[in-house]
């Protein structure tokens, strides 16, 4: 995850402001946001034109991404609105196999000339890298579908709603965070549509319209006297949802400990900056946590990353196979360990699956970028590690036959390749409550929110922050506390859980910038699970003076 | 088409501004051609190029301002994309912090581009790969690498005259090489502007070697150790401290630059007085363009003399706010090392440990600059001036203010690429530093 590219665009790096551009991508009017350049009829025109030069050519399998991107990202300070960009980005990609190789090229020229031009590149490519291949490329089987459609189930596209509404929204944001004792309010707000049309020579047309929305802020307090400062950032999740997401509904908000407000399929960012603000406020003389071991409790949008990296992660099966060795690493979960059926990743209360399909999910979509129709399967039943997460060309290896449908690629001019899917903790069975929870802890930290993190390249060690800590005694919440960071082992982590809230308490997590590759692409992720318990996990206090 | 010349870049810029209608015009004109080879399991994953000129076009009319950019370079292109500049920025808020472009500027010209980088070949790719893999198999080691090569240009015009132009090339080159027990693992980065210096064999060497001595790694305590940083390490926290040196920060209360009571350190000691980092675009070892994005001259700048905060980073709108001249980000970063070769620092060290890399490096207390993240790929004890075994993993928590302040000894400079620290090239020195605060062990090779 590239949070210090976020930390550049919402300012707080970097003086000026950079341009959330990717290669190729354009800035354009905001009418143009909402033009639809080709029609489906059009594009299967177009994609027939790469399909029948790569056979022609001599390929045995060819899939063509045509896709338009459109981003619109507006950044706000206080008062002021700092910036607001709308990119596009419209072109071509053309994946073949020839002679047991992968060949990829890709064009911003979507004319017939264009991708004939591009699909004799990507040809070409493969049979050039076959002289490297050691052995060919072998592809689970898929089946064509045909000409199909599928769309982010939004309400409300927010590419139409007015930007003058937007910014308004952000600055009462701001406004809220003020009134209420902040030092200073920045918010974002970062809406994405991908518009992927997908064909290959397995007999697929497929039309994907894809939506997702981040609204975020960071809230500071500055003590001067004291030289302190405290931020904490919104309580939001990035959501593949529509404008929607901002218009907050009441039975999606759930009472928290100390007065938080937490949210589920909707958001209040007014209510929760208001709130920000006065718990920055209190973070200034919370009291600085004495090491140790405690009982976590910990809130969905603070585990969601937990789950991200010490479970999304290590079980994806192109970095177990040493694809990822010179950059995100390996993974400590083999395929001996999955094969031996007995890998106690969790404890019994872990059931953890994967689904491209969940409503709201940043992940959800009808068909992955291989045209692979997505579904939901196991990874953790009852604490054992049951599957990986695996594409077509590599699922073989586990003695599958059907790929998981978790291939992405970030844009048109990238390679798709395995990308984590939604990866989430099954709420527990037995009714049982966040406030039942905290009331059975007799020494613990509540944590909610996404924080510091960082995890090894096997993915063992890792140490966490969070935005928010509030110490528990004896089932009391007993005041907020700072500097708190708990580090552990992946495997005795997920096997100190001792409790899973019920499904009343289950709600997503997101990321929009997952970082994997060389040359790096990014991909949006979500994590869903309801507040657990883990027990006996090592504190450390992260103060210092300088 | 993608790196034009100095007198190509000018003639369609002076054509877009000759368009311009509105109050002021800034147009930035880039261009690259860029190549890349990856391979991991010892054999090649994917390779491609590409190439890209983009013109962006920034319009304003009083605080309001529009930005469109285009790939075509025909006249009627060029009135177009300068028109939809203008229509944009009559939609767009009034921003009080718009600047309005500099006048022209005295540029110094940099050697940032070399022809050699410039005309790499496929075949070079992929023979610098078969360079790497070859002496890996032989070794039962696996190599996982990348290399990425870029040659670009990038001009800049206004309507208040300015004109800026340079163009460069690059070359980076990273490889994980791996033990086939699984046990040993070492790593290596090369950066260079001119790929004439870049040897892969060579680099891959030093990763097979670490990979072989770094097996069967011992635990021991995690705890405060002297530590000998490769410049990879080091360079990556110094990069970071960079980040955090932002003036309006610093200004506004939210920094590790911020005084308690207000102020900021700017002319204060925070770090040993041996600590001497500066940046110069025209050092020969890390060449940046002598201009930035929006046509602000670079120079030669202290930010940290003698231990001394020196310099903090000014946009141009802070700076008219605090009545300063701008202090742009440095393109480059350079800390002064000292003449003590590795060798003579592992000799002179009692018990310590010789860290070759960082990695996942994450931002913990901005208040403190405190960051975490864990040695990787070759990590080793030394105990009476020689290397005894390798050791597991740590991870560690440390500031790089509290680091530079426990400095023991400055060693060689070495130029560091595109590390955890960011992009900018750097020159940074081995350096032994006491009491580094390791919190906890990793199993992870």
Partial sequence: MRRRDFVQLTGLGLGGLMLPLGANSNPVSLEALLDSPLLASQKKVLADVALNTAKGLGATYTDVRIGRYLNQFISTRENKVQNIVNTESFGVGVRVIAKGTWGFAATNDVTPDGIKKATERAVA???????????????????????????????????????????????????????????????????????????????????????????????????????????????????????????????????????????????????????????????????????????????????????????????????????????????????????????????????????????????????????????????????????????????????????????????????????????SLAPGKDPYSSEQMIKAVEKGIYIAGRGSYSIDQQRYNFQFGGTTFYEIKNGQITGMLNDVAYQSNTQEFWNSCVKVCDEKDYRMFGSFFDGKGQPSQVSAVSHGSSTSRFNAVNVINTGRTI | MAILSKDEAQQILKKVIGFSKADGIEANLNGNDGGNIRYARNSVSTSGEDSNVNLGVQSYFGKKSGTATINEFDDASLEKVVKRSEELSQLAPENPEFMEPLSQQAYQDSKTFFDSTANITPDYRAQAAANSINPAAAKDVTAAGYLTDNRGFSALMNSKGLFAYGKSTSVDFTVTMRTNDGTGSGWVTRSFNDVSKLDTAEASKVAIDKALQSRNAKAIEPGKYTVILEPAAAGDLIGLMFFGMNARQADEGRSFMSKKGGGTKLGEKIVDERVNIYTDPWNEEVPAFGFTGNGLARKKMDIIKGGVVSNLFYDRYWASQKNVEPVPFPGNRIMDGGTASLEDMIKDTKKGVLVTRFWYIRPVDPQTLLYTGLTRDSTFFIENGKIKHPVKNFRFNESPIIMLNNLETLGKQVRVGNGEGGGAPSLIPYMKIRDFTFTSLSDAV
């Fill in chain 1, 125 to 423: 490519i493969a049979k050039a890298n076959s002289k490297f291949q050691k052995e060919p490329v072998k592809l689970a089987p898929v089946q064509g579908y045909g000409e199909v459609t599928w769309n982010t189930p939004i309400q409300k596209n927010s590419f139409e709603v007015p930007v003058s509404e937007k910014v308004d929204l952000l600055l009462r944001t701001n406004s809220g965070a003020l009134k209420n004792g902040a030092s200073f309010a920045n918010s974002n707000l970062f809406q994405v549509n991908e518009q992927k049309y997908f064909a290959s020579s397995d007999g697929s047309y497929i039309d994907q319209d894809v939506h997702r929305i981040w609204p975020t802020f960071t809230v500071s307090v500055i003590d001067r006297a004291s030289g302190k400062f405290k931020s904490r950032d919104a309580m939001s999740a990035p959501m593949g949802m529509g404008y929607e997401y901002l218009v907050p509904k009441n039975e999606d908000k759930l009472s928290g400990p100390a007065g938080m407000v937490l949210y589920r399929n909707s958001y209040d960012i007014v209510e929760d900056a208001s709130i920000a603000a006065k718990q920055a406020k209190e973070m200034i003389t919370a009291k600085s946590v004495e090491p140790g071991k405690y009982d976590l409790v910990l809130e969905p949008n603070h585990l969601g990353l937990t789950i991200h990296e010490s479970i999304g992660h290590p079980l994806e099966l192109d970095r177990i196979l040493g694809y990822e060795a010179n950059y995100a690493g390996t993974s400590f979960a083999s395929i001996d360990k999955l094969k031996s059926g007995t890998f106690n990743y969790g404890s019994k209360q872990i059931n953890i699956f994967a689904d491209k399909t969940q409503v709201g999910s940043l992940g959800a979509v009808g068909y992955d970028d291989e045209g692979v129709k997505c579904k939901r399967w196991d990874l953790i039943k009852d604490g054992i590690l049951v599957n990986f997460e695996a594409i077509r060309d590599q699922v073989h290896i586990l003695g599958q036959n059907e790929s998981h449908g978790c291939c992405y690629a970030q844009s048109w001019n990238d390679v798709q390749f395995q990308r984590m899917p939604n990866v």
